[in-house]
């Protein structure tokens, strides 16, 4: 028998851009659509959706004002897949020593 809260720590990476891009989908808008209601370079988001730019808090403010979806989803997303990536690279570090 286990006693206190048991803590599950997902370890799969995806970057936030992966349900960017799905929400995109639902709702037919295309990337150039988004880019142009950010006010942003279609590359911009482009990046950011094949998980090669993190999402700032100005970009997450940006998603918020142009999906309705809030900022803090998109920033928390951020840290999560961030988070992991760095715990893979130190468990990395730590079994190859």
């Known amino acids: 028998m286990t006693t206190g809260a ?4 997902i370890d799969v990476p995806f970057p936030p851009g992966e349900l960017l891009k799905e929400e995109l989908e639902e709702r037919g808008m295309t990337q150039v659509a988004l880019a142009r209601a950010m ?4 590359q911009s988001i482009n990046a950011i959706i094949r998980g090669k730019k993190v999402n700032t808090a100005d970009t997450a403010l940006q998603l918020e004002r142009v999906l309705g979806i809030s900022a803090e989803y998109w920033l928390n997303l951020e840290t999560r897949y961030q988070l992991t990536l760095a715990r893979r690279r130190q ?6 020593s």
Request: glycine residues 14%; positive net charge; charged residues 45%.
């Open 39 to 42: 006010g942003r370079p279609l």
């Open 91 to 96: 468990e990395g570090r730590e079994t190859a």
């Open 6 to 9: 048991t803590r599950m720590r």
